[in-house]
């Protein structure tokens, strides 16, 4: 897509800092373009009014104004010197008009666009140089005998003297610009500079944070699993105290099935001094009685160990079954305190 702002600065790209330099690119192109379109003007209006002495001149001017134009768009370093000869080309374009023009057809007042052009083309010293030698050619004029000019010397000092008046208006113009430029450019810079300085702390606080962040997770851990220890060693140590008690449940627990097995014993033993016959019948239900008591110690001590056994597997289980072990735990203190609990199972219900 055509762009028209590359195409007045040659294809080039400026920075910031380059921005006068830009503006003397967009100037220079136009200036080549301009007179490029009045040399093709003058030549055709030379040939139609047979004036042929000028159209040689033109035409290697309008030729040097295309190499120009190309030139600039492969390379920069002939750019300060095609931007002398735009110069020249309309210092002698000006100075030509006042030389050949007449004062009632007002060509001389072209003139007076020379400061804007020297302006955009040359550097500030450079241009005084160029106005100097255009004032000088305009007061020597009237003095000099190769050329015959219509002004008189009243009319060329008053044509100088309003160019000089223009120049040193453009040029403290000119010194406003590039001085608000300046500060325009300062401030950018500062902004630009803040910006980044904000940006580098708020990057940096954002680290601090994140591994602020990182440490009180890792401490809130460290603090969960201390809590997690401290809490199994409560746990523990919850247990250990009451295994003294659980101890003498057991042995209470334990007191009267034993006691029923000396019974048993004693009874046979005591059946046998007396000398009374004693039956298999009344042997195998005093065998029988001691089983059972020896199968609930053992059931009691099964009992107690699920309950002293640390990190035990989640099983599913009946609730009655449940219950009923529980009870087993206080059954000889409840016997003590003539207390009977019964429970009454509909269904089996399994946790």
Not at 60 to 74: H, P, Q, S, T, V
Not at 92 to 118: R, S, V
Not at 145 to 155: L, P
Not at 180 to 187: D, G, H, K, N, V
């Amino acid at each position: 897509m055509f762009k028209l702002d590359g195409f007045f600065t040659s294809g080039w790209t400026f920075n910031e800092v380059e921005c006068d330099l830009k503006n003397r690119y967009q100037m220079v192109n136009i200036a080549i373009l301009l007179s490029a379109g009045g040399l093709i003007y003058g030549i055709i209006g030379n040939y139609i009014r047979d004036i042929q002495g000028f159209i040689p001149i033109e035409t290697a001017l309008l030729f040097m104004n295309f190499i120009m134009f190309f030139a600039l768009r492969k390379t920069r370093q002939f750019f300060e010197i095609f931007a002398i000869i735009i110069t020249l080309q309309y210092t002698f374009l000006f100075l030509f008009l006042i030389y050949n023009g007449e004062p009632n057809d007002l060509k001389h007042l072209w003139i007076f666009t020379y400061p804007i052009i020297l302006l955009y083309f040359q550097k500030t010293i450079h241009a005084i140089y160029w106005l100097a030698f255009v004032f000088f050619m305009l007061i020597i004029a009237p003095l000099q005998n190769f050329v015959e000019i219509n002004y008189t010397m009243y009319q060329m000092t008053y044509i100088s003297f309003v160019l000089i008046i223009i120049s040193v208006i453009i040029y403290f113009y000119q010194r406003k610009i590039d001085e608000a430029r300046t500060i325009i450019l300062e401030q950018r810079n500062m902004l630009r500079n803040f910006n980044q300085e904000l940006e580098k702390q708020i990057k940096d606080k954002t680290t601090e944070l994140i591994k602020l962040n990182e440490s009180l997770e890792l401490k809130v851990e460290q603090k969960l699993e201390e809590l997690r220890s401290k809490d199994q060693i409560l746990q523990a140590q919850s247990k250990q105290a009451v295994m003294g008690e659980m101890i003498s449940m057991i042995a209470h627990q334990w007191r009267q099935p034993l006691s029923t097995i000396t019974l048993q014993i004693a009874d046979l033993q005591l059946k046998q001094l007396l000398g009374k016959e004693r039956d298999c019948e009344d042997i195998d239900r005093a065998l029988n009685n001691i089983s059972d008591t020896i199968i609930y110690l053992s059931d009691t001590i099964d009992d107690f160990q699920t309950y002293f056994r640390p990190n035990r597997e989640v099983v599913e289980i009946e609730i009655h079954e449940l219950l009923q072990k529980a009870l087993n735990f206080v059954k000889s203190r409840l016997s003590d305190n003539k207390i009977k609990i019964t429970i009454n199972k509909e269904a089996d219900i399994y946790i």
